[in-house]
């Protein structure tokens, strides 16, 4: 799979990539979701306890962030977030070795559809670092498709419950919670799981929204062996592509975006030698090349040759 695939290259490269997604498979142990018949149960592994949250209350989440951008500054990151030149898409092409997971084949799969569109289905949390970081590709992929509405920052969390820190604490990010997506080509539909803020009784990740009985298969079914490694099953982020492809846990290190906000993070996506625009739009490209599978190529101005070209890899 691409934890492997991706470190079957050459020398130090290989090394260093491996060593990558042996850190963050480390990581994303305290990050995952695990499904037990006859409900659903979010579990996180700290370093000194397991907090077990079950699913089915109503939370609320911290839809922005301690010096994020507000106003007509929110307006003019997002715009330029959501219209990152293909020139510069094009450019980074797979990253040059940033990217170290990407959309794994899935056998068997019947097309997942929904409003008789391919449907992208994402399911993560916002106290979770690599969902921070997947969030910002996922934009970047889909505003080439269709439009973003009502899409917030925020960031990670710092800690968890029991107080222990979170790896890659505050990474910015933004949250699909109470967003809209539109496009002519593919239906996208976000489950944001848990807030980033414990609760202050239970010192537990609050509850923000529950999968349904399907999205839960779903993740039970396509988070686990052969498509992550044994023990991995239930990372977030889980992308599913239309039951084609499978994205389960981290694409690219957060800590490409340690120290750095939104307006800063968003500007660099055009500079094609920024780390972080190889792994963010590096990273989109391989959204893109999966999601142009289930389009046909179509349109044009998202399925580029540079796009096209990622495919054979997938």
């Known amino acids: ?31 995952r979701l695990l499904i037990a018949t006859g409900g659903v149960i979010v579990v996180i592994a700290v370093v000194a306890a397991i907090l077990i949250v079950g699913l089915g209350g109503k939370g609320t989440t911290a839809s922005s962030s301690s010096g994020a951008p507000t106003g007509s500054s929110l307006t003019a990151v997002t715009k330029t977030l959501t219209s990152v ?22 056998s068997g799969g019947t097309l997942l559809t929904a409003n008789g569109k391919p449907e992208m289905l994402y399911m993560g949390a916002e106290y979770c670092p690599y969902c921070a970081a997947e969030r910002w590709s996922m934009i970047v992929a889909l505003s080439r498709f269709g439009t973003f509405s ?5 960031h990670s969390a710092a800690k968890d419950g029991a107080g222990e820190a979170e ?21 996208f539909t976000p489950v ?31 988070d686990a062996p052969p498509y992550v490694p044994s023990g991995d099953n239930g990372a977030f982020p889980f992308i599913d592509f239309g039951n084609k492809y499978v994205i ?15 307006a800063q993070i968003a500007d660099d996506l055009s500079q094609p030698s920024s780390t972080v625009a190889q792994g963010i739009d590096g ?10 599978k289930l389009t046909n190529n179509l349109p044009a101005t998202a399925c580029t040759s540079a796009v096209q070209s990622l495919q054979s890899s997938l």
Do not use: H
């Not at 695939?5 to 142990?29: F, L, M, P, V, Y």
């Not at 944001?192 to 509850?207: A, F, K, L």
């Not at 990273?283 to 142009?292: F, G, P, R, S, V």
């Open 1 to 31: 799979m691409g934890r492997a695939s991706n470190a079957k290259q050459d020398g130090s490269r290989r090394d260093k990539i491996a060593a990558q997604r042996a850190a963050a498979r480390r990581d994303e142990r305290r990050n």
């Open 85 to 106: 030149p293909t020139s510069a898409t094009d450019s980074v092409g797979s990253g040059s070795g940033q990217v170290t997971g990407k959309p794994e084949p899935l």
């Open 150 to 154: 009502g899409l917030k920052t925020m």
């Open 167 to 187: 790896p890659y604490p505050n990474t910015p990010t933004w949250t699909f919670y109470g967003s809209s997506y539109t496009s002519n080509y593919v239906t």
């Open 192 to 222: 944001e799981v848990m807030t980033n803020i414990p609760d202050s009784s239970t010192g537990q990740y609050t509850t923000l929204q529950t999968p349904t009985a399907a999205q839960t298969a779903l993740i039970n079914k396509w």
């Open 248 to 262: 389960a846990g981290a694409s690219y290190t957060p800590q490409n975006l340690a120290g750095l906000g939104w």
């Open 283 to 292: 990273t989109a490209n391989y959204i893109t090349a999966a999601l142009c």
